[in-house]
């Protein structure tokens, strides 16, 4: 691409604010904004909000709709929904006046909500595709645009192919279609999300409870925060309605704010963003906290201790005890599948494996990225097993224990996670005292997730060569024998082809990765040991040889 062509392009084109900022714009900024296309993938778009082809904004967000709009075809039918971000609600309504000029009819959500619902709403309306206005957890800097096919399911990589496909034969400003929003629902080309689709949503969720019949005490006191998202509403609501009643809602993080201004990074897997739900937490004497992220399809966990202070769980850690309590309780009532199966992925403890096991379940084991345990509840669901399917969930706090949905969803976990903590609690056990039970019976597992930022086009050269030296083989990590190298960029054990590298180590393994939707390198460590000591200690080693290679 020639850039400063492509800049004055733009210069001639745009309006509002996005011509203002590209007035202001030097030579490195105009570098960074056009040097490349924002890349549409299986995740679909995410980047930072601004002017320029390397940037979230309306021009780009009709650009991948008109492709979209093509690949699919007139008389197609599309859901939409957005959450809190700045120019989400933007990009909603560009993103339905680009397919409704196509003759495409949108299913649009009237207010923002988590991103499950338009999986859901996906498939209860029978549309041909959802797309989701969000970044995630991502800095109020991001947004993004996500993409759902008929199943509910994020794209797969072939039909993102091709919807990149009709993208790239697109001229941004001469072959985009438009027609404005108000015109659409006039029209009845854009329509109404009714408020049944959402009640409908929230009883799926209800009917995820594996107490059957089992009394507890709901009468515990919970702090939960949306984190300026999307969450309170589905998340208050499945609870109340399912008798937890002692809510306080982190009032600075009640509403919807794009900027985030308490979390600049509204992430539940980050402390930062915890750290107000659990002042809260701590003044009202609460027993647990909950947050979900922007987009609610995540969901952090902070327990009360003996002590009375309060302890994070990881991602892993929720997830270990989700699967051992849905199974214990289906096998105590009798409730297993004749052929049950769990689905995590490769970058997830495999402490979950050893659980699984135990109760006779099956493990699958995917590729980073929820949209690939979708994949396999559609496969089950297409061979006659979807009732077979108990639950998935991958480290970094995404959970989905039924098949109502084809994504993580924030909302059938906090439900879950209130349901398990109030049944072992009116048993006399504490969640942390249960984990602790858990590594007791299968042996301790620290799992850590280290990420390294390179912005740019630099950046993104560096992760590759990054990547090239650590595919030259490693004999030892951190004093320990490498056993076995496994390059997903190979296609093994069947999954699709992916930049990911696993070093299988004398004490577990190492994972490391490029983000699929942030200008970061992840490495993930898995490390067994007697204790939490003797795992910390490995797990700095081998975390130290590491950062030295980058």
């Not at 005490?217 to 499945?238: C, E, F, M, Q, W």
């Not at 750290?275 to 909950?290: S, T, V």
């Not at 084809?406 to 906090?414: F, H, L, N, P, T």
């Not at 999954?495 to 990765?513: A, H, Q, Y």
Request: proline share 3%; with cysteine; charged share 25%.
């Amino acid at each position: 691409m020639n850039v400063r062509a492509e800049y004055e392009r733009w210069l001639r084109h745009c309006e509002g604010d996005v011509l203002e900022e590209l007035r202001r714009m030097d030579e490195a900024r105009i570098e960074d904004a056009f040097y490349r296309e924002l890349a549409f993938g299986t995740g679909g778009l995410r980047g930072v909000i601004g002017a320029g082809t390397n940037r979230m904004n309306v021009y780009v967000v009709a650009k991948a709709s008109q492709g979209l709009a093509n690949y699919l075809g007139a008389g197609a039918s599309v859901v939409i929904g957005y959450d809190s971000r700045i120019k989400s609600d933007l990009f909603a309504r560009t993103a339905a006046g680009v397919f409704a000029a196509n003759g495409i009819t949108v299913h649009f959500w009237p207010e923002l909500l988590p991103v499950p619902t338009v999986s859901f709403a996906v498939r209860r309306l029978g549309a041909s595709a959802g797309v989701m206005i969000t970044a995630s957890h991502n800095p109020s800097k991001y947004n993004g645009y996500k993409v759902y096919g008929p199943d509910g399911c994020q794209i797969t990589t072939e039909a993102a192919a091709r919807v990149l496909g009709e993208i790239n034969r697109l001229d941004i400003f001469g072959d985009v279609k438009r027609m404005d929003f108000e015109e659409g629902m006039r029209s009845g080309r854009i329509r109404f999300i009714d408020g049944d689709v959402l009640t409908a949503f929230i009883e799926e969720v209800k009917a995820q409870s594996v107490l059957f019949g089992d009394e507890i005490n709901r009468d515990v006191a919970i702090v939960y925060s949306p984190l300026n998202g999307t969450g309170l509403k589905p998340v208050t609501r499945a609870l109340k309605e399912n008798g937890f009643t002692s809510i306080t809602v982190v009032e600075e993080q009640r509403e919807p704010d794009g900027r985030f201004p308490t979390c600049p990074y509204p992430n539940p897997e980050i402390r930062e963003a915890m750290e107000l739900g659990l002042q809260y937490a701590a003044r009202r004497n609460a027993d647990l906290l909950l947050a979900t992220d922007p987009d609610c399809d995540r969901c952090g966990i902070a327990v009360r201790t003996a002590a009375g202070d309060y302890q994070l769980l990881t991602g892993n850690e929720v997830g270990l005890l989700l699967l051992d309590y849905i199974c214990s309780q289906r096998l105590r009532h009798g409730k297993m599948p004749a052929h049950p199966v769990f689905v995590k992925t490769i970058v997830t403890t495999d402490l979950a494996e050893k659980i699984a096991a135990h109760y006779g379940v099956e493990t699958v084991n995917v590729l980073t990225g929820f949209k690939f345990i979708g994949e396999v509840i559609g496969r089950l669901e297409r061979d006659g097993r979807a009732a077979d399917y108990l639950c998935g969930f991958e480290e970094s706090y995404g959970y989905l224990t039924g098949t109502y949905v084809r994504d993580k969803d924030g909302v059938d976990a906090a439900f879950l996670i209130c349901e398990m903590f109030a049944f072992y609690r009116t048993r006399g056990i504490s969640l942390i005292e249960k984990l602790n039970e858990l590594y007791r019976v299968y042996g301790y597992c620290l799992n850590t997730l280290h990420s390294y930022e390179f912005d740019g086009s630099a950046g993104m050269r560096k992760m590759q060569e990054i990547m090239a030296d650590f595919r030259r083989g490693m004999e030892r990590i951190g004093g320990y024998a490498v056993l076995r190298t496994e390059d997903y960029g190979k296609g093994l054990q069947g999954l699709p082809v992916s930049d990911v590298l696993k070093f299988l180590t004398e004490n577990g393994s190492v994972v490391i990765r490029p983000s699929g939707t942030e200008p970061k390198l992840k490495i993930y460590i898995s490390v067994t040991a007697w204790d939490r000591a003797a795992a910390e200690k490995a797990e700095a080693g081998i975390r130290e040889e590491l950062e030295r290679k980058l």
